[in-house]
């Protein structure tokens, strides 16, 4: 009887414990959302500070991954909430690496109006994780990487154009406006306008 006793309440702590914790991380930020579970979240440098780059009001260091550096740039909000909504997280959380076209949200904006709503809704996740992956490439593609001319496969199957002309990079027919932020499983290039496949 008592061993019994004794396994319903451990039964009971580890019910607890695991509440606890979905409680957490329902009530933190999104950023902390975004990490839960990641164990490559920081990672302090000797001087105690991060090397990285300012994106969004955000410094994106190398110690992170491609999405927890994403998710606190406050330019790049509409690209999150739709890897969310793509349930494309942990995929960008895996060891890649990728090299990722980041649409700004300035990017997004340009879209006919009501185009983003209508492709987070869940029956158009497809269409949505079709868009996104259009945005991904195998590999970490450095700035120096870069050819004019280049053709580069995405993870969506179709192929990007790289025009390089007076300095200016441009992948399609969006300019990236800020090259190598490098993460701990890939690189984000921002670019400032959506890509959309054929």
Do not use: C, W
Request: aromatic content about 4%.
């Amino acid at each position: 009887m008592e061993q019994k006793n004794n396994s319903t309440l451990t039964f009971i702590i580890i019910a607890l414990v695991v509440i606890a914790g979905g409680v957490f991380i329902y009530n933190g930020t999104r950023n902390e959302s975004m990490t839960a579970g990641t164990t490559n979240s920081t990672k302090p440098i000797e001087n105690g500070t991060q090397d990285g780059v300012m994106v969004g009001g955000a410094l994106m260091v190398n110690s992170k991954y491609i999405v927890d550096n994403a998710v606190g740039a406050d330019n790049l909000t509409t690209l999150v909430a739709a890897v969310q909504a793509a349930g494309l997280v942990e995929t960008l959380k895996s060891s890649g690496p990728f090299t990722v076209f980041a649409p700004t949200n300035d990017a997004f904006a340009k879209l006919p109006a009501g185009t983003v709503d209508t492709l987070v809704k869940p029956e158009n996740k497809d269409q949505l994780t079709s868009i996104l992956t259009y945005h991904v490439v195998a590999g970490s593609v450095k700035a120096s990487d870069l050819r004019d001319g280049m053709v580069v496969k995405t993870v969506n199957g179709q192929d990007l154009t790289v025009t390089i002309k007076d300095g200016k990079v441009m992948i399609n027919d969006a300019t990236v406006i800020i090259a190598d932020i490098m993460t701990s499983n890939g690189v984000i290039h921002a670019v400032d306008s959506v890509l959309l496949p054929k």
